[in-house]
Structure formats: structure tokens, C-alpha cells
């Protein structure tokens, strides 16, 4: 079925107009039945599920049984100060969010429902790493749904970002209530990987930059561990803008640490040592707008060279400096201690691949081996195991697809590396695989060989080669429009809808597309299918 | 759902065993387009170079595309290879390793070549290689311009294929001529601080030449004004009598000129790679007569040199194709003695052409293909190294490389341990029509 603005039952226009200002009055008492109001054939409920979150859904009179639930991305669990921008102003809310888009741009909801879609989703109880509230309210808001919707046959779980995890851990702990899966740039993975990112790259600008930025050892004091996460935000958004500032002579923070100021006495450029922290860790060395290829006029030749790939692993460091800050607390309050740790990591092994591609911008092979000695000799995050040991039960993942799956992910993310999308990828090839071996078996036993179903399809929002504006000064101009492929899960109301349709369309037909059709279908959006195609897998599990 | 029954299933494998069985009697079937690998037609083969046409190494690799080119042109009038002829696409990638891959990604995806051919840089070619995943994908890499030694590594680049002698083999017939002609004299190295200086070290470490100055610089860095002063008021410190340049051209123009500012006289020993007047005098003429004296290392016959058959053909060639306004130079002939590999592992692939085939010939017959260079080839079932030695010479105030003694005496070793030994290596001639 195409979703489209083609004239349904139910207009277009009635449905925005009730999407955007019709407020449905939300019982306040927990699992109470949910206020529901029509208007113009559209009906849109609101309620509070068992555990106090808040949810919403919209369907309209020629719904068709297919309900698409939504899991918003991340939100932290405390609130920022404006003083802390661009961080903050932030605070803190569980608002539901029934759809992607859905506090900027409701063409998604509306286009869905009024195509005869419904469409739900959870504010969640919780904000932060919250993925048991996540699947309760899931699992809840599909019950309520189908009790106002008895029609209801399909359900197609999509998520954004961490809420992409939702959707996945949904699928497979309850692959009885749902029927499809879109992940949207999905954050996490089961083998602590994200965390260790996160890790590793707060330790490294921590031990280069600043010694007195945290990168674990939260305050079981709420209060406390709100405000050394709010320090620690603003120490980290301090050390980038000095940084920033000598981008180009290449001066130190006054905050570095004694290996930091050595470095500085050798002639190591500070950015040398910031790639080298961000190659450490796997952050992109394409950002929103650089682009890693282009310079400004009169240094168009080395400022690629030179300059770029730390400029881009800076703008990119700030969420992911900050974001790791955030969940690394949230991480440890839940778990019940630190939970990072790099006393065995050998980061010197980590950069060594990169070290010619980006040899001018790390200074050469000596700089980079002073950089390491450096970080050799800093003292390392040692985590609680009882902590460790918890942390897949809060962000694990199997990423067993049993379900058909569509995942739409950017290359050059800005703080959720692509690499969870080549694990998904990778892991699905091995489930694959076995599953033709395990029918090749039955074969011989039955006579009869149906090759399995593939349930997996990536499209790539690839990173357009050249998008970098300078500013008359020659730094990039950070006013222009992101590039393709960048930032975090920038994707468009139509990518969204694509991937709806493409989902949809497979589940009538019983198998995803494959080939031409599907290459068409994602170049129309501005995405790429290409099988063949790989990012480079967590630096933490090369 | 593909269904088939257990009947169908014995059915098929009896047949493929056959198949295995036979494949060497059946045979050569024509071709199927609808089978072919992407870049070939029944008439056409499609292939692709990435390369610096602009940007900091521009000056002279530019020029290797279009030699390339020509040659190929003259293959095509010649009626191609097998009946097919020969179109080169060609990208800028400015020398940057991220645009390298992004034009790896466009010849491969968008214009769907065959192989791609002379791709320049170690880390431009170990960038675009990891990241198209050429390996996975099965597309060849034939004869990358670039010394680093890993690329000879068949289990870590299967589907790469070395053309110049590495590095490190460099750095060891570099060191044994060093260790003979200045004893007792006082040694600098100046080397780009990435896997191509770490190959040459590594060269040098393995022939026990140790130097009283090592002075290393990051690839690209020799284009900061800074970088070629502060060499050479190290080199003075040190008081300096022989240096060794193991970097690219630009970089012998900075030092060359900057020693030449200062009034600073050594003995200067030219990497091959850096020793390339017309890239030197694209930054000024007046640097080129301050190669004059500085020792030079080679593989290929001197561009000079008009009795050389390969030289006399490629200059036909060249000439034809551009006339007499560009320069008959290094660039050029390594432009061309890539494109003339290329034709001839094209060749030895035979009709059925496919990227598996490709490969398969150059392990099993590259050794033996002509090719201009006066070392002996390096390709096997189990390493993919191209030519395999030097010869040294004398770069006078022109520019040209002219042989030590008068004649070409080439020395050749490996990427390891093995000594470097004096060449009996005898080319084989110039194949009729330069084909």
C-alpha cells in the first residue's frame, strides 16, 4: 500500500488539523482507561499507562488493522540549564511522542493515518536508559490500542535512536505482538559497546585535556550526581570551545594534564591530539558541515589534510562528550557502579590503522606515538564487575531478527557510530547463514527445500562527498544545512515514510524487496541500498 | 519461496561434480553479457583510476592518467585486447585519502568498472581499499602506485597488485650503496612519517645502516613554508654530509630549495619517489639544476634513454597522443608501463574474461609478462610484489637520471631479510606493436 497524500476517507487536511491543535484531555490516574475524541472520522486517545507514563494514539475511521508504535530517542534524565548551550535549556518530560517527527513535523502521523494507519507511542516513564520501562509501556500500549481498536491485526514496532532499541528489544522478547520492525539510527548494542565509545572518548579528552572532567564515579546522591553531571557538561563544553579557538595554531587547553602540556612542549598541535582521541574511539571524522574534503579559499589543498578531520571530530565530540557524560551516570545508577572500564585497552592498536590516513592531521607517526605514550601512562577506569555485569540487562540486545526488519542509519553519525548497524548486519549474515544450513538439513530429511526468508534490509543514508561552506574567516560555517549522511538520525518525513511503506508493502507481499525496486524506492528518499556495503565495526570490538 | 525437491537437489550436485570434473576439457564458450562481471562487454572493458589531478601532489602524478590513456588509446587502434577495447575513467582525489574513497565508491557503484588501475598513494589506496571493501566485492587493483609493502601481502589485499619495488627493498639497496661509497661520513635522514618512511626504515634497520639525524615529517606538512626551512637548519646542526630524502617530490623541493637558500651543501640521495625533476620544476625551473650531483634510484629505463625499446615506443606513443608540449618524463613512463601491465594481464586473462580470471593470470603468469622495468616481477599464487630492485645513478643539472658507470646494473632483493644481490635478470623484449 502506498502512503500517500491521495484522497483516503479521511482528508489530509482534517487529520492535520486535529494532529495539530485538538487536546485530548489525559486521565491522570494511572492505567485508567484512555480519553478518547473524534473529530472530522479521526479519533486520537491519550492516557497514563501502569507505570505513570503517558501515551497517545491516533486512528481514523478507515483504519486497516495496521498500527505503527513508536519509541521516541533519548532524553535526559535530568534538566539542563540554558547557561549550558547548546546542551541546554532542557527539561526533563515523559510528553508522548506518537510518532517520528513528531515535535517538528506531523506529516509523518498524519500522512500514516490518514492512509488508515494508526499510529501510538509512549512518553515512557522514565527518561534516560530506560529500556524495562520502555518495553512495559510497549507491550501496554499495544494491549490498550488493540482494546479501542479490536480491528487491530498488525502491529510494525519503529524507534528512533535509543528508542530503536526499544523496538528491537520489543521484537525479540514478544515476537507474538509484533509483525515488523524499522529502526531508525538504532543506539545500542549487547556487548557494551556504545558505552565503552562513550567511554573511551570522555577518558581521552579527560587525560589529554582536562584531569578534572569525570568520565565515571557518580554520586549515589541524586542531587550530587545531578550536579557533577552538569559540571562535567560544562568543564567539557569549556575545554571544546579552547580547543576550537586553536584549531589552527594548534594551542593547548590551560586545563591540559601534564602529558597534555608535554605534548604541547614537543610541538604537537592540540588538534593531533583530539583526532587521535576521537580515531581512538571511533568518532566520524565527517560532521555536519565537514565534510573532510573541501577547504576554504587560499588553503583549499591542506586544510582536508590538516585541519578538517579534527574540526569534524569536534563538532562531533560535543554530543558525544556529552551524551556519554549523561547515560554513563544514568548507566551507573542503575547498575549500581562504574561501569566503564579501559584497564586493558590498548588504544595505541586502536589508532594504529588510521594513523597514515590521517597522518598530516595527527602530525605523523611520532606524533602519534607520543600522544600514545601519553595516554599509556594515564591512569584508567577501573568499573564495579557486579556493575558491569548488569549493564546488558539495561542495554542488551540479542539483535536476533526474526521478524522482517528495515534499518535506516546515517554513515557518518554524530554520537551513535554507524558500527551499530554493521553489527546488526554482520550478526544477521551468521543468523542467516545458519538458518539456509538448517534447511539444507530439513531437505534431506523432507525432500523439500524452501530457502529461508530474508528478513533484513539497511538503507544508508551515505555522506555526500563534498557539502563544506567556509565563512569569509575560513572556519566552517556551522549555520548551513547539515550534509547527507551526517548528524543524529536527521532523517526526512519522506525517508520515514519510505520506510513505512516499503515495511507495510512487505508484509502484505511476505517478503521484503530486494534488487532494483528497493534501489529505486530508497534513491527516491535520498537513501542508498547497497548489500555490499560495510562501516567499520566498534573500535572496541575490532 | 524457492522450492525444490530432494530428487532436483541430488540432480544438481551430480551435475556440478561433473562439472568440476570437466571444466579444464570444456571448451571456451562464448561470452554472456547477462553473465558478466560490471565494466565488460563482448567489445568493451571499463576500468578506473583514482589519482591527485589536483591539490598538494598534483605536480606530475597528474600526468600518469593520461599516459595511461594514451597508451590504451593505442592498444584500442590496434584492434584492443581479445577483441575489446580499453576506456579509462578517471578521478581527482586531490590526494586526499577520504576523497579517494568516495571516487573508489563512484567508479566502482556509479560507473561500474571493471578494475581499478594505478590507483596513487599508500594511504589514499589502503583507505579506498578498506572502505569499498575491494576484497569482498572481487574487484581488482591492478598495479597501485605505491611502494608500501603491505600491498604485496595477497592474504591482506587479494585483489591488490603492487607494481613498484616496495620500500623497504628500496631502503636496503639504498643503505648497501651508502654503506660503500660514504664510510666514516656523517648520515641524515629525512622520511614521511607514515608507513611509507616506516617501510624505510624498516629497509634500513634490516641492512643495519643506522643515520646520526633522523629528521621526520607528516605527509603533507612539506607544503607549510616552515617545514623545508627547519630541515635544513637541523641538517646544519648536525653538519650533515650525505642526506637521504625518502619522500615524495614536493618534499625535494622544499629541502632543495631551502638548502640552497641557506647555502647549505650534503650529499643528497634521492628516494625513487622523490626524485622527479619535472615535478620539482613545476614548483620553479630554477630548482631542477639543484638536483644536479644528488644520487637517484630507479626501476624503469631513463626517460632520456632513446635506446631503450620500451622508452623509444612509449615516446611514439606519447608523442602521438600529445605531441611535443608535455614533457616525456618519469610520470609518464610510469603512466604508460602501468597501462602496458595492465594489457598484458588483460591479455593473459584471455577471452572469458572475468575479475577472478584477471587475478588468477597475474598469479600464475605475472612473472613472466613483459614489462619495461629492468627488475625481474614478483607475482605468485602466494605474494603479489611487483618489480624487485634498483638501479642507481646521477642526476645531472637537467634532471635526467643517467646510470652510475654508464650502464644499467640493477640490484634486487626482497621485503624481508634477503640480500641484495646484482640482477641477472633478462627483460624480455618489447612485444610486437608494443602490445
Same mark, same amino acid.
Given at each position: 500500500?502506498?502512503?500517500?497524500?491521495?484522497?483516503?476517507?479521511?482528508? *489530509?487536511?482534517?487529520?492535520?488539523?486535529?494532529?495539530?491543535?485538538?487536546?485530548?484531555?489525559?486521565?491522570?490516574?494511572?492505567?485508567?482507561?484512555?480519553?478518547?475524541?473524534?473529530?472530522?472520522?479521526?479519533?486520537?486517545?491519550?492516557?497514563?499507562?501502569?507505570?505513570?507514563?503517558?501515551?497517545?494514539?491516533?486512528?481514523?475511521?478507515?483504519?486497516?488493522?495496521?498500527?505503527?508504535?513508536?519509541?521516541?530517542?533519548?532524553?535526559?534524565?535530568?534538566?539542563?540549564?540554558?547557561?549550558?548551550?547548546?546542551?541546554?535549556?532542557?527539561?526533563?518530560?515523559?510528553?508522548?511522542?506518537?510518532?517520528?517527527?513528531?515535535?517538528?513535523?506531523?506529516?509523518?502521523?498524519?500522512?500514516?493515518?490518514?492512509?488508515?494507519?494508526?499510529?501510538?507511542?509512549?512518553?515512557?516513564?522514565?527518561?534516560? =536508559?530506560?529500556?524495562?520501562?520502555?518495553?512495559?509501556?510497549?507491550?501496554?500500549?499495544?494491549?490498550?490500542?488493540?482494546?479501542?481498536?479490536?480491528? &487491530?491485526?498488525?502491529?510494525?514496532?519503529?524507534?528512533?535512536?535509543?528508542?530503536?532499541?526499544?523496538?528491537?528489544?520489543?521484537?525479540?522478547?514478544?515476537?507474538?505482538?509484533?509483525?515488523?520492525?524499522?529502526?531508525?539510527?538504532?543506539?545500542?548494542?549487547?556487548?557494551?559497546?556504545?558505552?565503552?565509545?562513550?567511554?573511551?572518548?570522555?577518558?581521552?579528552?579527560?587525560?589529554?585535556?582536562?584531569?578534572?572532567?569525570?568520565?565515571?564515579?557518580?554520586? #549515589?546522591?541524586? +542531587?550530587?550526581?545531578?550536579?557533577?553531571?552538569?559540571?562535567?557538561?560544562?568543564?567539557?563544553?569549556?575545554?571544546?570551545?579552547?580547543?576550537?579557538?586553536?584549531?589552527?595554531?594548534?594551542?593547548?587547553?590551560?586545563?591540559?594534564?601534564?602529558?597534555?602540556?608535554?605534548?604541547?612542549?614537543?610541538?604537537?598541535?592540540?588538534?593531533?591530539?583530539?583526532?587521535?582521541?576521537?580515531?581512538?574511539?571511533?568518532?566520524?571524522?565527517?560532521?555536519?558541515?565537514?565534510?573532510? #574534503?573541501?577547504?576554504?579559499?587560499?588553503?583549499?589543498?591542506?586544510?582536508?589534510?590538516?585541519?578538517?578531520?579534527?574540526?569534524?571530530?569536534?563538532?562531533?565530540?560535543?554530543?558525544?562528550?556529552?551524551?556519554?557524560?549523561?547515560? =554513563?551516570? +544514568?548507566?551507573?545508577?542503575?547498575?549500581?557502579?562504574? *561501569?566503564?572500564?579501559?584497564?586493558?585497552?590498548?588504544?595505541?592498536?586502536?589508532?594504529?590503522?588510521?594513523?597514515?590516513?590521517?597522518?598530516?592531521?595527527?602530525?605523523?607517526?611520532?606524533? *602519534?606515538?607520543?600522544?600514545?605514550? *601519553?595516554?599509556?601512562?594515564?591512569?584508567?577506569?577501573?568499573?564495579?564487575?557486579?556493575?558491569?555485569?548488569?549493564?546488558?540487562?539495561?542495554?542488551?540486545?540479542?539483535?536476533?531478527?526474526?521478524?522482517?526488519?528495515?534499518?535506516?542509519?546515517?554513515?557518518?553519525?554524530?554520537?551513535?557510530?554507524?558500527?551499530?548497524?554493521?553489527?546488526?548486519?554482520?550478526?544477521?549474515?551468521?543468523?542467516?547463514?545458519?538458518?539456509?544450513?538448517?534447511?539444507?538439513?530439513?531437505?534431506?530429511?523432507?525432500?523439500?527445500?524452501?530457502?529461508?526468508?530474508?528478513?533484513?534490509?539497511?538503507?544508508?543514508?551515505?555522506?555526500?562527498?563534498?557539502?563544506?561552506?567556509? &565563512?569569509?574567516?575560513?572556519?566552517?560555517?556551522?549555520?548551513?544545512?547539515?550534509?547527507?549522511?551526517?548528524?543524529?538520525?536527521?532523517?526526512?518525513?519522506?525517508?520515514?515514510?519510505?520506510?513505512?511503506?516499503?515495511?507495510?508493502?512487505?508484509?502484505?507481499?511476505?517478503?521484503?524487496?530486494?534488487?532494483?525496486?528497493?534501489?529505486?524506492?530508497?534513491?527516491?528518499?535520498?537513501?542508498?541500498?547497497?548489500?555490499?556495503?560495510?562501516?567499520?565495526?566498534?573500535?572496541?570490538?575490532? | 519461496?524457492?522450492?525444490?525437491?530432494?530428487?532436483?537437489?541430488?540432480?544438481?550436485?551430480?551435475?556440478?561434480?561433473?562439472?568440476?570434473?570437466?571444466?579444464?576439457?570444456?571448451?571456451?564458450?562464448?561470452?554472456?553479457?547477462?553473465?558478466?562481471?560490471?565494466?565488460?562487454?563482448?567489445?568493451?572493458?571499463?576500468?578506473?583510476?583514482?589519482?591527485?589531478? %589536483?591539490?598538494?601532489?598534483?605536480?606530475?602524478?597528474?600526468?600518469?592518467?593520461?599516459?595511461?590513456?594514451?597508451?590504451?588509446?593505442?592498444?584500442?587502434?590496434?584492434?584492443?585486447?581479445?577483441?575489446?577495447?580499453?576506456?579509462?575513467?578517471?578521478?581527482?582525489?586531490?590526494?586526499?585519502?577520504?576523497?579517494?574513497?568516495?571516487?573508489?565508491?563512484?567508479?566502482?557503484?556509479?560507473?561500474?568498472?571493471?578494475?581499478?588501475?594505478?590507483?596513487?598513494?599508500?594511504?589514499?589506496?589502503?583507505?579506498?581499499?578498506?572502505?569499498?571493501?575491494?576484497?569482498?566485492?572481487?574487484?581488482?587493483?591492478?598495479?597501485?602506485?605505491?611502494?608500501?609493502?603491505?600491498?604485496?601481502?595477497?592474504?591482506?589485499?587479494?585483489?591488490?597488485?603492487?607494481?613498484?619495488?616496495? @620500500?623497504?627493498?628500496?631502503?636496503?639497496?639504498?643503505?648497501?650503496?651508502?654503506?660503500?661509497?660514504?664510510?666514516?661520513?656523517?648520515?641524515?635522514?629525512?622520511?614521511?612519517?607514515?608507513?611509507?618512511?616506516?617501510?624505510?626504515?624498516?629497509?634500513?634497520?634490516?641492512?643495519?645502516?643506522?643515520?646520526?639525524?633522523?629528521?621526520?615529517?607528516?605527509?603533507?606538512?612539506?607544503?607549510?613554508?616552515?617545514?623545508?626551512?627547519?630541515?635544513?637548519?637541523?641538517?646544519?646542526?648536525?653538519?650533515?654530509?650525505?642526506?637521504?630524502?625518502?619522500?615524495?617530490?614536493?618534499?625535494?623541493?622544499?629541502?632543495?630549495?631551502?638548502?640552497?637558500?641557506?647555502?647549505?651543501?650534503?650529499?643528497?640521495?634521492?628516494?625513487?619517489?622523490?626524485?622527479?625533476?619535472?615535478?620539482?620544476?613545476?614548483?620553479?625551473?630554477?630548482?631542477?639544476?639543484?638536483?644536479?650531483?644528488?644520487?637517484?634510484?630507479?626501476?624503469?629505463?631513463?626517460?632520456?634513454?632513446?635506446?631503450?625499446?620500451?622508452?623509444?615506443?612509449?615516446?611514439?606513443?606519447?608523442?602521438?597522443? @600529445?605531441?611535443?608540449?608535455?614533457?616525456?618524463?618519469?610520470?609518464?613512463?610510469?603512466?604508460?608501463?602501468?597501462?602496458?601491465?595492465?594489457?598484458?594481464?588483460?591479455?593473459?586473462?584471455?577471452?572469458?574474461?572475468?575479475?577472478?580470471?584477471?587475478?588468477?593470470?597475474?598469479?600464475?603468469?605475472?612473472?613472466?609478462?613483459?614489462?619495461?622495468?629492468?627488475?625481474?616481477?614478483?607475482?605468485?599464487?602466494?605474494?603479489?610484489?611487483?618489480?624487485?630492485?634498483?638501479?642507481?645513478?646521477?642526476?645531472?643539472?637537467?634532471?635526467?637520471?643517467?646510470?652510475?658507470?654508464?650502464?644499467?646494473?640493477?640490484?634486487? %632483493?626482497?621485503?624481508?631479510?634477503?640480500?641484495?644481490?646484482?640482477?641477472?635478470?633478462?627483460?624480455?623484449?618489447?612485444?610486437?606493436?608494443?602490445?
Amino acid at each position: 500500500m502506498k502512503i500517500s497524500l491521495k484522497s483516503r476517507i479521511v482528508s *489530509v487536511l482534517a487529520v492535520t488539523a486535529l494532529a495539530g491543535t485538538v487536546v485530548v484531555g489525559a486521565p491522570t490516574a494511572a492505567n485508567a482507561a484512555p480519553q478518547c475524541a473524534t473529530a472530522s472520522y479521526v479519533t486520537q486517545c491519550a492516557g497514563v499507562g501502569a507505570d505513570g507514563a503517558p501515551y497517545s494514539f491516533i486512528a481514523a475511521a478507515n483504519f486497516n488493522g495496521t498500527v505503527f508504535l513508536y519509541s521516541h530517542g533519548v532524553r535526559p534524565p535530568i534538566d539542563i540549564p540554558a547557561t549550558l548551550a547548546p546542551v541546554g535549556p532542557y527539561t526533563k518530560t515523559n510528553a508522548a511522542e506518537p510518532g517520528p517527527l513528531a515535535t517538528s513535523d506531523l506529516s509523518v502521523i498524519n500522512k500514516l493515518v490518514a492512509a488508515g494507519y494508526g499510529v501510538a507511542g509512549s512518553g515512557f516513564s522514565r527518561q534516560g =536508559i530506560n529500556a524495562t520501562e520502555a518495553l512495559a509501556a510497549n507491550k501496554e500500549l499495544i494491549a490498550t490500542f488493540k482494546t479501542k481498536f479490536p480491528t &487491530t491485526k498488525t502491529v510494525i514496532a519503529w524507534g528512533v535512536s535509543l528508542g530503536a532499541m526499544h523496538s528491537q528489544k520489543l521484537a525479540e522478547t514478544n515476537p507474538d505482538l509484533v509483525d515488523g520492525v524499522i529502526l531508525a539510527c538504532p543506539g545500542a548494542n549487547p556487548q557494551d559497546a556504545l558505552m565503552t565509545y562513550f567511554g573511551d572518548a570522555l577518558w581521552g579528552f579527560k587525560a589529554l585535556f582536562d584531569p578534572s572532567i569525570m568520565v565515571g564515579g557518580y554520586s #549515589t546522591d541524586p +542531587d550530587t550526581r545531578r550536579d557533577q553531571q552538569l559540571d562535567n557538561v560544562k568543564k567539557i563544553l569549556t575545554v571544546l570551545g579552547k580547543l576550537s579557538a586553536g584549531l589552527s595554531s594548534g594551542a593547548w587547553p590551560d586545563t591540559a594534564s601534564p602529558g597534555g602540556k608535554l605534548l604541547q612542549s614537543k610541538g604537537v598541535p592540540s588538534r593531533s591530539a583530539l583526532l587521535a582521541v576521537g580515531l581512538m574511539a571511533g568518532v566520524s571524522t565527517r560532521s555536519k558541515h565537514v565534510d573532510g #574534503t573541501s577547504g576554504p579559499t587560499g588553503n583549499a589543498e591542506t586544510y582536508p589534510l590538516a585541519i578538517a578531520p579534527a574540526v569534524a571530530v569536534l563538532e562531533n565530540m560535543g554530543a558525544t562528550l556529552n551524551y556519554g557524560t549523561l547515560l =554513563i551516570a +544514568d548507566g551507573e545508577l542503575l547498575a549500581g557502579g562504574k *561501569v566503564f572500564d579501559n584497564t586493558k585497552t590498548d588504544y595505541a592498536a586502536r589508532v594504529a590503522a588510521d594513523a597514515d590516513l590521517f597522518s598530516f592531521a595527527l602530525s605523523g607517526n611520532t606524533a *602519534v606515538t607520543g600522544i600514545m605514550d *601519553v595516554l599509556a601512562a594515564a591512569p584508567r577506569e577501573t568499573a564495579d564487575p557486579a556493575a558491569v555485569a548488569k549493564i546488558p540487562g539495561l542495554v542488551g540486545l540479542t539483535g536476533k531478527i526474526t521478524k522482517p526488519t528495515i534499518i535506516f542509519q546515517a554513515e557518518s553519525e554524530e554520537f551513535v557510530p554507524a558500527s551499530i548497524v554493521q553489527w546488526y548486519i554482520d550478526g544477521y549474515a551468521e543468523q542467516y547463514a545458519a538458518a539456509k544450513m538448517a534447511a539444507l538439513k530439513a531437505a534431506q530429511k523432507s525432500g523439500s527445500y524452501a530457502l529461508p526468508a530474508s528478513n533484513l534490509v539497511v538503507l544508508w543514508a551515505k555522506t555526500a562527498a563534498k557539502y563544506s561552506k567556509f &565563512t569569509a574567516a575560513g572556519t566552517p560555517d556551522l549555520t548551513a544545512t547539515p550534509g547527507a549522511g551526517t548528524g543524529h538520525c536527521l532523517f526526512t518525513a519522506a525517508q520515514w515514510l519510505a520506510a513505512a511503506d516499503l515495511m507495510t508493502t512487505s508484509l502484505q507481499q511476505g517478503k521484503l524487496p530486494r534488487g532494483a525496486k528497493l534501489t529505486l524506492a530508497a534513491r527516491k528518499v535520498g537513501l542508498t541500498y547497497d548489500s555490499k556495503f560495510r562501516v567499520p565495526v566498534f573500535k572496541s570490538l575490532q | 519461496m524457492i522450492r525444490i525437491n530432494r530428487r532436483k537437489l541430488i540432480t544438481t550436485s551430480a551435475v556440478l561434480a561433473i562439472a568440476a570434473l570437466t571444466v579444464a576439457a570444456v571448451p571456451a564458450q562464448a561470452f554472456n553479457p547477462s553473465m558478466a562481471d560490471p565494466g565488460i562487454t563482448g567489445s568493451t572493458i571499463k576500468l578506473g583510476i583514482t589519482s591527485p589531478l %589536483t591539490g598538494i601532489a598534483a605536480p606530475g602524478y597528474s600526468k600518469i592518467p593520461g599516459a595511461m590513456k594514451a597508451y590504451f588509446d593505442y592498444v584500442n587502434t590496434k584492434g584492443g585486447v581479445n577483441g575489446r577495447k580499453i576506456t579509462l575513467v578517471s578521478k581527482d582525489d586531490q590526494y586526499i585519502p577520504t576523497t579517494a574513497v568516495a571516487k573508489a565508491n563512484e567508479l566502482i557503484l556509479r560507473d561500474r568498472v571493471f578494475a581499478l588501475v594505478g590507483t596513487l598513494g599508500t594511504a589514499s589506496t589502503k583507505a579506498l581499499t578498506a572502505s569499498t571493501q575491494l576484497s569482498k566485492r572481487g574487484v581488482p587493483s591492478l598495479f597501485v602506485n605505491t611502494g608500501w609493502s603491505g600491498f604485496a601481502d595477497k592474504k591482506a589485499y587479494p585483489t591488490t597488485f603492487s607494481i613498484l619495488p616496495s @620500500y623497504q627493498m628500496e631502503a636496503k639497496i639504498m643503505a648497501k650503496f651508502i654503506k660503500k661509497e660514504y664510510t666514516g661520513k656523517k648520515l641524515a635522514l629525512i622520511y614521511q612519517d607514515d608507513d611509507f618512511g616506516r617501510d624505510a626504515l624498516a629497509g634500513f634497520k634490516t641492512a643495519g645502516l643506522t643515520f646520526d639525524t633522523y629528521i621526520p615529517y607528516a605527509s603533507g606538512s612539506q607544503a607549510l613554508p616552515a617545514t623545508g626551512a627547519g630541515w635544513i637548519s637541523k641538517l646544519k646542526t648536525a653538519g650533515a654530509e650525505v642526506t637521504v630524502l625518502f619522500g615524495v617530490s614536493s618534499a625535494s623541493t622544499a629541502a632543495l630549495a631551502n638548502a640552497y637558500g641557506a647555502g647549505f651543501k650534503t650529499q643528497w640521495v634521492l628516494g625513487s619517489v622523490g626524485g622527479d625533476a619535472t615535478t620539482i620544476a613545476a614548483t620553479s625551473k630554477n630548482y631542477v639544476p639543484l638536483l644536479n650531483g644528488a644520487k637517484g634510484f630507479s626501476f624503469a629505463p631513463a626517460p632520456t634513454d632513446t635506446t631503450d625499446d620500451y622508452i623509444k615506443k612509449f615516446q611514439e606513443i606519447y608523442t602521438a597522443a @600529445y605531441g611535443t608540449t608535455q614533457t616525456f618524463d618519469n610520470n609518464v613512463v610510469a603512466g604508460m608501463s602501468n597501462a602496458f601491465l595492465v594489457v598484458q594481464a588483460l591479455k593473459a586473462a584471455g577471452k572469458n574474461l572475468t575479475r577472478k580470471g584477471l587475478i588468477s593470470a597475474i598469479e600464475t603468469k605475472g612473472s613472466t609478462f613483459a614489462s619495461p622495468f629492468l627488475t625481474p616481477l614478483g607475482y605468485s599464487a602466494k605474494a603479489h610484489t611487483g618489480a624487485t630492485g634498483y638501479w642507481i645513478g646521477t642526476y645531472g643539472p637537467t634532471g635526467a637520471l643517467t646510470p652510475d658507470g654508464g650502464k644499467y646494473t640493477v640490484y634486487t %632483493t626482497d621485503s624481508g631479510t634477503g640480500p641484495v644481490v646484482e640482477s641477472t635478470y633478462k627483460r624480455p623484449a618489447m612485444p610486437e606493436n608494443g602490445l
